[in-house]
């Protein structure tokens, strides 16, 4: 295979080596840097997540309290209370500082223990 780089010219070489530069410094800045999130993207995150947990689980909007937020070095936390066990039992999602991951930290459940909700069997 003939070598194409030493039939270039040097002024073509040079172009293609700056060329190269620019692409991979492109690149690096693009995939390196991380830019934070402010609280209102944070919050209309975090308000997406509800709204896909309450559409999948059917839970009725009611049941959540307001929203509760705060901001950590890492990322983002929100909080709603769920009514009916409101004292120990919330909705809670992590969304990351820079706004790339988000998840959900707990789920409601009045009665972890005991599985669905439901008193367990005396046998």
């Not at 690096?28 to 609280?39: K, L, M, P, Q, T």
Request: with cysteine; glycine share 10%.
């Amino acid at each position: 295979m003939p070598n194409v780089v030493s039939r270039l010219s040097p002024l073509a070489r040079r172009r293609l080596l700056l060329a190269g530069v620019a692409l991979v410094l492109a690149a690096g800045i693009s995939f390196g840097w991380h830019r934070d999130i402010d609280a209102q993207t944070a919050a209309t995150m975090a308000d997406r997540l509800l709204g896909q947990y309450r559409a999948r689980s059917g839970e009725p909007s009611r049941n959540f309290g307001a929203r509760e937020g705060w901001h950590w070095a890492d990322g983002w936390e929100f909080r709603w209370r769920y009514r009916p066990c409101a004292d120990f039992v919330s909705l809670r999602v992590w969304i990351s500082a820079d706004g790339r991951r988000a998840r959900f930290a707990e789920l409601p459940d009045c009665a972890p223990g005991q599985g669905l909700g439901v008193p367990a069997l005396k046998v």
